[in-house]
């Protein structure tokens, strides 16, 4: 399933929307946010809006792979990060809301797969150059996740409720882009300078940190927010079809039969 351009990423895509359209798969809602992603990727390469435009091909396929080979693992039981099964393991549980499909989503692509994917494409001294580049691509996921959760709070206002909740376990409101952008970026200045038998050491372990806060976005707990959380769940649109309409709004997202690349 690995694509060698950003063409090729978008064309993957849109067979895993298409593909969750068609069979109610809630894998499709994370494949939707993340098209918007790549297109504007590609629109800021094309545009020039990045110092090394081919560098940043080079990441943001390198980033993408991450995600669409565990998604290809996924079906034919290879082996994936856990951050990543925890992912696709809740996309089989009916309660957990949109949001949280989203956000386990993002958990493992940004807080685990960016950080990896820029120390691999730019290695050791390297990655300092990738700086600020970096940083313009965290703009892009941050405009296209603050946008969306918007969109969603707009769609179904139950989830103002989820939001207005104070307590302990916060992990589902509190997931901030400036955060996992940090993560991000600790996770490829420790990658960076590191030989490949040590980073996958050093990858597997920050999995397992990466892993649990995402069991917390996906279960958290008894509390206040769970229940707000039923009750958020109860108020969504029960077809997976329409949900990704919501997501893809303005995006164009695809469906069976609109000339996709085999």
């Not at 809602?29 to 800021?44: D, H, P, S």
């Not at 989203?102 to 807080?111: E, S």
């Not at 730019?122 to 300092?128: E, I, N, Q, V, Y």
Request: hydrophobic content about 45%.
């Amino acid at each position: 399933m690995s694509a060698t351009t950003i063409s090729e990423v978008v064309a993957t895509l849109d067979r895993i929307i298409v593909d969750g359209r068609a069979t109610d798969s809630r894998n499709a809602y994370f494949a939707a946010l993340y098209r918007g992603v790549t297109v504007e990727v590609e629109r800021w390469i094309d545009e020039g809006r990045f110092d090394d435009g081919p560098r940043m091909a080079r990441l943001d396929v390198a980033f993408a792979n991450r995600y669409l080979d565990a998604f290809a693992a996924r079906g034919d039981g290879r082996p994936m990060t856990d951050a990543w099964r925890v992912s696709f393991d809740a996309a089989g549980s009916w309660w957990p809301v949109v949001l949280q499909h989203l956000l386990l989503g993002m958990n493992a692509h940004i807080n685990l797969d960016l950080g990896i994917a820029a120390a691999r494409t730019s290695p050791g001294p390297d990655l300092d150059g990738l700086h600020d580049d970096f940083m313009r691509i965290n703009e892009i996921l941050a405009a296209l996740v603050d946008g969306t959760r918007a969109q969603l709070t707009t769609i179904w206002p139950r989830l103002r409720w989820v939001e207005r909740l104070e307590g302990r376990d916060r992990a589902i409101i509190n997931f901030s882009m400036t955060k996992a952008r940090d993560c991000a970026w600790d996770v490829a200045r420790r990658l960076a300078p590191l030989e490949p038998a040590a980073q996958e050491a050093e990858i597997a372990r920050l999995d397992g940190e990466i892993a649990a806060l995402g069991r917390r976005v996906w279960k958290p707990g008894f509390g206040p927010l769970r229940w707000a959380l039923v009750w958020v769940r109860l108020g969504e649109p029960r077809s997976v079809d329409r949900i990704i309409d919501a997501l893809g709004e303005k995006r164009q997202l695809p469906r069976a039969g609109a000339g996709l690349i085999p």
